[in-house]
């Protein structure tokens, strides 16, 4: 670029104060907390990390994280000074200074430079412009879903040519989802910044993962094959003529029979090598085109005899909804039963807290109900129906690959159910003349979760409280072992589910990274055999 300066650096305070202001939301679940004084420290931290900092932290490709952890910290009610203490001492000494990219990005050369992390301060450049001009909904139709943003069968590409295929949805998706993640922290507090810092961040992350995400979900036949699908696989037009929808399609819940199929297949078991770095790579190989497959079949299953656009819907939030739970299960039934006989009390592994951190997003992004905003620019719920459809397969896709990759264990649910009840309640500590009886965990969860040294504590913390919010009233038997659909068969004991689920799978992650809040020492979360 031509100033010696970043971009980021010269930013007016106007364009900050308009790209940070106040947040339209203060996060889910939506708690007692955060203050005049909470929000002023927030958007202190957050303009400071704008101004200063690349989405990486080394050349490893960890990510920065700051602004996920003092956004879940407002969430959950935190003071100015810990969301102060978190970014300042936990976050400072490791973010890295933006370096001035080459050159600028250009719609001519938008393409050229996409992946290469030295152009992170060009492409937050370009992205903090186009949204000075146009909605961050505006911004995620065109360049997240669009055909022209993710492949283009005539754009040239080659060993000797600039041009990359842009393959946009796939890089916001990469590196764990943390794109996604840092993106979708914008649209949920309503905060613009955050929204072209994802952007930039999808820019310069490398398309890994093609088979999940391949080209045909955009050229015109992979578009015919999905309008044939949706006409398929519904009993009358999607949008019916008078008369046609009055009524609805039958109920579908949930069955998980998604998780079975990947647990229960051989297929799905993959050996991985020493080298972490290989990890991916070795599971797009071996299991890519099969888990795309699968979530084709599990599309066709969730929306058959569908008779309206709003039977659509219904089934969308449905399916939304069978997989955060899932996400849940993967990470803590999951972590629970690969937890070995070295005496931890459960495999809190990291790569799988991810599944359930980002998953927090899905209903602010695709179920129109929640993401529909009329009178605001963030409002996700206004983009087609198919965009939002293939953000969540493409979603699902990524999150199995990292299941996948992580171990593909067996869910024994009533095992973990009675294993964990202990978890419900917190111990009573009741002074003369209280109730003596012990009150609902969640007293001590989100305290520990708000002191955790760890940035993913409280993001874990503040998605398990949000589906807690959500279903915990939920009783036994709403999920049945009896559904069998059109050949996919339940996950076994999915009767026993119900909405304690989430409290259970946050207690018992703090039984092995340690109350903190109570005096106990913080633990690490399980990385096993990743290096670092």
């Known amino acids: ?81 810990l969301i102060k203490d978190a970014y300042y001492r936990t976050h400072l000494p490791k973010l890295l200074p933006v370096p001035v990219s080459p050159e600028r990005i250009t719609e001519k050369n938008f393409t050229e430079n996409l992946g290469d992390e030295k152009y992170y301060d060009a492409y937050l450049a370009f992205f903090t412009d186009y949204l000075q001009n146009n909605s961050p909904t505006e911004a995620l139709g065109r360049f997240i879903f669009s055909p022209a943003y993710n492949f283009a069968p005539d754009l040239e590409v080659g060993e000797h040519c600039s041009q990359k295929q842009p393959h946009m949805l796939n890089r916001l998706l990469a590196g764990v989802a943390h794109p996604f993640i840092h993106l979708s922290y914008g649209f949920e507090f309503g905060i613009l910044g955050q929204v072209a810092e994802g952007l930039a961040q999808a820019a310069v992350h490398k398309p890994d993962q093609i088979e999940l995400i391949p080209p045909s979900y955009f050229t015109k036949l992979g578009t015919d094959n999905f309008n ?7 009993s009358a037009p999607l ?30 078991k993959v050996e991985m090598p020493d080298d972490h770095q290989q990890w991916y790579p070795v599971a797009m190989k071996e299991v890519g085109n099969a888990i795309y497959s699968l979530v084709q079949e599990w599309t066709e299953e969730w929306l058959s005899g569908m008779r309206s656009d709003a039977d659509a819907e219904a089934r969308l939030k449905g399916m939304v909804e069978e997989v ?21 009390v459960t495999n809190a592994d990291f790569f799988l807290a991810h599944l359930v951190t980002s998953s927090i997003f899905l209903p602010k992004l695709i179920v129109k109900e929640e993401a529909s905003s009329p009178s605001s620019p963030f409002n996700p ?41 202990a978890q419900l ?12 009886s012990p009150v609902s965990s969640w007293s001590r969860i989100i305290p520990s979760g708000l002191q955790s040294p760890d940035e ?14 959500r279903w915990g009233t939920r009783a036994p038997g709403y999920f049945s072992s009896d559904s069998d659909r059109n050949g996919w068969r339940p996950l076994e004991g999915i009767e026993r589910l119900d909405g304690t689920l989430f409290v259970r799978v946050a207690g018992i992650t703090f039984e092995r990274l340690g109350w903190v809040h109570e005096g106990e020492e913080a633990g690490r979360w399980d990385r096993d055999n990743f290096p670092f």
């Open 1 to 81: 670029m031509s100033s010696s300066r970043t971009f980021a650096s010269e930013v007016s305070n106007n364009v900050l104060d308009r790209f940070y202001p106040i947040p339209a939301s203060t996060g889910a679940p939506s708690l007692p907390g955060p203050t005049h004084e909470s929000t002023l420290a927030l958007l202190e931290v957050l303009r400071h990390d704008f101004r200063n900092h690349h989405t990486y932290v080394n050349d490893l490709g960890f990510h920065n994280h700051s602004s996920h952890h003092v956004l879940a910290l407002y969430a959950l009610g935190a003071s100015p000074e």
């Open 381 to 421: 719920g206004a983009l087609p129906f198919t965009n939002r459809l293939l953000l969540l397969q493409t979603y699902l896709s990524v999150s199995t690959a990292w299941k996948i990759i992580r171990g593909n264990h067996v869910l024994p649910i009533a095992d973990f159910y009675a294993a964990t009840d």
């Open 228 to 234: 044939n699908l949706l006409s398929s696989v519904m």
């Open 456 to 469: 993913h504590t409280p993001k874990l913390v503040r998605a398990l409280a949000d589906f807690a919010a």
């Open 324 to 344: 955060m739970w899932g996400n849940a299960i993967w990470y803590g039934i999951g972590g629970w039963a690969s937890r070995g006989d070295s005496g931890r």
């Open 239 to 268: 949008t019916p003529g008078p008369g046609n929808n009055n009524t609805p399609a039958s109920e579908k819940r949930p069955t998980f029979a998604f998780h079975c199929r990947i647990s229960d297949d051989p297929a799905f």
């Open 425 to 436: 309640t917190a111990p009573a500590r009741a002074g003369p003349g209280a109730l003596p």
